[in-house]
């Protein structure tokens, strides 16, 4: 619990706290991701980590930070792998796609630019996809779903968040040192403030007992 102050050492005493915390998360995030070898590690660490960041723009900041992150590794553990697993390949096969076609005929041409636009849309998707996984309970393909629905029904926000990261990007390569104690914790902020900003609007066009469901159809 942070203690009350006031004036210049109250503020200064918040920032390093703050600073402690992001830390902290971002070593979580690591730690985690290397114990599942990286490969099966990597999106539950991402996961855990999103749930912390996403308690903490919902002003619950005195949140266990260890127990809330392990409790959501294991719980996640398997959904998380099997998203990664389905948006890898995706990812993978936009990928061959694209260096496979050939250079000059015109129906690879017009097929280039179909895997450019779904490469856009699966990077869109995948930057609402991990703070609707802690948002709702639902099943992978309705993730999948939301996750897509979200970037094509505001654009703007994806744009935002993609400005957003570059803007962390290029703070962290001017100032590496940072990169290994808050760049994927200071990411996961960002897009979950604006994600949260998104679920926000859309429970104000839903009841609440109708959340998820207008979520899941945006």
């Given amino acids: 619990?942070?203690?009350?102050?006031?004036?210049?050492?109250?503020a200064f005493y918040r920032v390093c706290v703050w600073i402690a915390r992001f830390a902290y998360v971002n070593a979580l995030w690591v730690t985690f991701t290397l114990l599942g070898l990286i490969v099966l590690g990597f999106m539950p660490a991402t996961t855990a980590m999103f749930a912390v960041v996403r308690r903490w723009v919902q002003n619950d900041h005195d949140i266990p930070i260890f127990k809330t992150?392990?409790?959501?590794?294991?719980?996640d553990f398997v959904k998380a792998n099997g998203l990664?697993?389905?948006?890898?390949?995706?990812?993978?096969l936009i990928l061959v796609n694209l260096a496979l076609l050939p250079p000059d005929p015109l129906w690879?041409?017009?097929l280039r630019y179909v895997f450019m636009f779904m490469g856009l849309l699966t990077f869109g998707a995948l930057l609402f996809l991990i703070p609707v996984f802690g948002q709702f309970e639902l099943?992978?393909?309705?993730?999948?779903?939301t996750s897509i629905m979200l970037a094509l029904s505001y654009p703007h926000y994806a744009i935002t968040m993609t400005a957003g990261m570059f803007a962390l990007q290029y703070v962290f390569m001017t100032v590496p040192g940072l990169i290994p104690f808050f760049a994927a914790s200071f990411i996961s902020y960002v897009l979950m403030w604006l994600s949260n900003r998104v679920f926000s609007h859309l429970k104000k066009r839903s009841d609440a007992t109708d959340y998820e469901a207008q979520a899941s159809g945006v």
Wanted: overall charge positive; charged content about 10%; hydrophobic content about 45%.
């Fill in 1 to 10: 619990m942070v203690v009350e102050m006031h004036g210049f050492t109250g």
């Fill in 69 to 75: 992150f392990v409790t959501n590794y294991r719980k």
């Fill in 84 to 92: 990664g697993l389905f948006y890898g390949l995706l990812i993978g």
């Fill in 108 to 110: 690879a041409t017009l």
């Fill in 139 to 145: 099943s992978i393909y309705q993730y999948v779903r």
